[in-house]
């Protein structure tokens, strides 16, 4: 069950800016760190983000990831065709004592 | 190199059980909270159950707790999912996850590549 919630597709074409949203609540985003992952076509999810706005090193600086309240927003900057992929959210949650991933976000580029 | 390796996925009868495993490398196996992650054919990730560094906290998804038993064995570095009262809604690809720390909730960074589980007569 995805309690985090995130829209379904986002697009750009190549070199644009992407704003994928991740809409949680005070007992997930708005009192934990939220994470970011990228999952290509038919591979394992990867990091992107984690604590809110930190990258992996190996993680291009387009990747930047930030948080407000009970949401948080992942931006992909100068899109690449490499980028298709689909990309989730995911923070503990201290109600339900585990964790919750978003809805998920397919992400194409034009 | 972090190497998180699964096994022991397989065709499964509905109401059977079954046991898989990851093989973990490239870190220091008993300072790390490690996870099971499923994914059915098409949909989303969804958490199933985290394990504390020490193995002495263990949480599960509503969907699976009574059912599954997630544990650890530092002498040879594995993590375990024990699976009982299979169901077809159990069908996924699980896969092992490493955490960022010895905390349970300090978020997923290494994943293997995953085990198809499939439960179906």
């Known amino acids: 069950q995805s309690v985090l919630t995130q829209p379904p597709s986002a697009s750009g074409t190549p070199g644009q800016r992407v704003t994928i949203s991740c809409s949680g609540s005070?007992?997930?985003?708005?009192?934990?760190?939220v994470y970011w992952y990228q999952q290509l076509p038919g591979t394992a999810p990867k990091l992107l983000i984690y604590?809110?706005?930190q990258r992996p090193s190996g993680v291009p600086d387009r990747f930047s990831g930030s948080k407000s309240g009970t949401s948080a927003s992942l931006a992909i900057s100068g899109l690449r065709s490499e980028d298709e992929a689909d990309y989730y959210c995911?923070?503990?949650?201290?109600?339900?004592?585990?964790?919750?991933f978003g809805t998920g976000t397919k992400v194409t580029v034009l | 190199e972090v190497q998180l390796v699964e096994s022991g996925g397989g065709l499964v009868q509905p109401g059977a059980s079954l046991i898989i495993s990851c093989a973990a490398s490239?870190?220091?196996?008993?300072?790390?909270?490690m996870s099971w992650v499923r994914q059915a054919p098409g949909k989303g990730l969804e958490w199933v159950s985290v394990?504390?560094?020490?193995?002495?906290?263990?949480y599960y998804a509503d969907s699976v707790k009574g059912r599954f038993i997630i544990s650890r064995d530092t002498s040879d570095n594995t993590l375990y999912l024990q699976m009982i009262s299979l169901r077809a809604e159990d069908t996924a690809i699980y896969y092992c996850?490493?955490?960022?720390?010895?905390?349970?909730?300090?978020?997923?960074?290494?994943w293997g590549q995953g085990t198809l589980v499939t439960v179906s007569s």
């Open positions: 996850v490493k955490i960022l720390s010895g905390d349970w909730y300090a978020g997923f960074d290494y």
């Open positions: 490239g870190f220091t196996f008993s300072s790390y909270a």
């Open positions: 394990i504390s560094g020490s193995g002495g906290s263990t």
């Open positions: 005070s007992s997930n985003i708005g009192s934990n760190y």
């Open positions: 604590k809110n706005s």
């Open positions: 995911a923070a503990w949650d201290d109600s339900l004592s585990g964790y919750v």
